[in-house]
Each structure stands twice: as C-alpha cells, then as structure tokens.
C-alpha cells in the first residue's frame, strides 16, 4: 500500500483577478497537492468570495493569516504588501512566493528579505508573472559580464496616470519613446508598471545596469517586453507580448505546481 501523500499548506494574500485565477487553478484540481488554509485580502467581500470557493478562513491581519501554519504564502496584489508580509512570513518558517517583484527594487529591503530568509531557512520563490525565460537570462549572465536591455512596448491608455504620460500620446500616430533610464529608475518612477523589469534585472546585471526602455505604441492592447542578455559569443532573447494580465497569475499556479513536482522545469 501506498504510503499517504502529505499536502502542502497554501496560503494566499491578494484576493482580486490574480488570486482568483489561482483559487480556480486549485478548484479545477491542478493544485491537488495543496491544501488552501487560508486568504488575506483588502476587500472583505472580495476575500470572503474568493476564500468560500475552497471553504478557508477570511484572515484579518497576516498574523492571524501565518496562525494557519502555512507551508507557502502566495501574495499576488502589491509592492507594499510584500514590504509589509515578506519579513514576517519568512520568520514564520514558511516560504514566500512573490508576483509583485518591484518590491525588489529597494536594495536595502532586498538584503533584508534575503538575510531573514537565511535565518529561519526558508526560500523565496519569485514568480515570473508576464515574462520567462529566467533560467537562459541568468546562465548568461553567469558565464561573464551580460550587457542586459529590455525594451517594452505599451499602448498610451495603459500610461495614464503616470509621470510618463502626456496627453499628446493619446493623438500621436508613430510611436514615441518615454522613458530611457536602468530598472531601479522605472521602478521608483512606475512601481505598478514594470515588475517585469525588476525580475529581468535580477537574474542577470542588477538593477542599477540593465538598461530600460518604454515605448508609447499608438493603439496598441497589452503589454509586448523584450530582454535581450549578451556576451561576447552568446546572446538570449526573450521576447513575450500579454493581452492580459492573466498570465501573471498563471505564473504562480506554475511555479507552485513545480515546487511540488518531483522533475522541476
């Protein structure tokens, strides 16, 4: 007789579009190794639906939220809920599985996750939410000194409200560069913009020396990002266009499903 698997503890911080998509993931059975014990979100209403499609607890705070014994807390709503929970949930001895890579961007909040994370061995486990490729950005970047760039590629609706945005945008019909700077500047200048750049720069050159720019593409749905990682005799594109926002929370159904999966992609 087969010995009794033992699920995995999940819980799950954000419960708008991303954390849904994951709630449905497990509903549907493709997070059978998870145990969901419990959801913290900002709207009540919004976490008391989410948390009755698995029968768990509504949390009021991320104290009451770790209670529940968690062996992971996936968060999918924030740069500061991370700031705000990443510290607490490592020292709880559960890992953290991260959307909202901006986060990151503070060095000084870096280092402290990774110190705190080295402490009470636990891991942080970053999503790749509308972009791969991590693996091939990072072999590059180790085998020497990766000259890294990405390029992203929006429509003018998505920049409004942000210091980028100017109204001509709207009428142009050619596109029309907006921001040209490393990923530490876009992420102070856009926090809920460009996750993607801060999880590109990590893996291969930091922050401080990937080079970072925003076109304004007339019309344009969605959201198209090309890193390109390079060295002498070796060069890695990664080029992924996104509709929706989707994929990021597919992201996470991903790397949870790897993270219990005996062949890790």
Same mark, same amino acid.
Request: charged letters at 25%; glycine letters at 8%.
């Given at each position: ?27 549907? !059975? ?5 145990? $969901?014990? *419990? ?7 919004? @976490?008391?639906?989410? @948390? /009755?499609?698995? *029968?768990?607890? +509504? ?20 740069? %500061?809920?991370?700031?705000?929970? !990443? ?5 709880? !001895? ?10 990151? /961007? ?10 705190? =994370? ?7 486990? $970053?999503?790749? !939410? ?10 590059? =970047?180790?085998?020497? %000194? ?10 003018? %609706? ?24 490393? &990923? ?14 801060? /999880? &590109? ?34 060069? =890695? +594109? ?9 994929? &990021?929370?597919?992201?996470? +159904? ?12």
């Amino acid at each position: 007789m087969s010995a009794e698997i033992t699920k995995k503890r999940l819980a799950i911080a954000g419960c708008g579009k991303l954390g849904n998509i994951v709630m449905d993931a497990w509903c549907k !059975g493709l997070l059978s190794e998870y145990e $969901i014990v *419990g959801v913290l979100g900002r709207s009540r209403e919004h @976490a008391r639906s989410m @948390a /009755a499609k698995a *029968g768990c607890p +509504v949390c009021e705070s991320i104290e009451e939220l770790l209670s529940m014994k968690p062996d992971y807390v996936a968060e999918m709503a924030s740069v %500061q809920l991370v700031k705000d929970i !990443g510290e607490k949930v490592l020292s709880s !001895g559960a890992d953290l599985v991260v959307l909202s890579i901006g986060a990151f /961007a503070d060095e000084e909040f870096y280092e402290r996750i990774k110190d705190t =994370a080295r402490k009470n061995h636990t891991k942080v486990h $970053i999503a790749s !939410g509308a972009i791969g490729g991590f693996d091939v950005l990072r072999t590059v =970047a180790l085998m020497g %000194q990766a000259e890294t760039k990405m390029v992203t590629h929006k429509g003018p %609706q998505s920049l409004k409200n942000t210091p980028v945005f100017r109204e001509s945008l709207m009428e142009d019909k050619e596109e029309s560069e907006v921001f040209a700077g490393n &990923a530490k500047e876009a992420i102070k200048l856009l926090p809920t913009k460009v996750n993607v750049s801060v /999880a &590109a720069s990590l893996a291969t050159s930091g922050t401080e020396k990937t080079r970072f720019h925003i076109i304004s593409v007339p019309g344009m749905e969605g959201d198209d990002h090309k890193i390109t990682a390079e060295i002498d005799g070796v060069k =890695a +594109v990664v080029d992924i266009y996104s509709r929706t926002s989707d994929i &990021a929370g597919w992201s996470v +159904v991903a790397l949870l499903q790897n993270l219990v999966s005996p062949i890790m992609f």
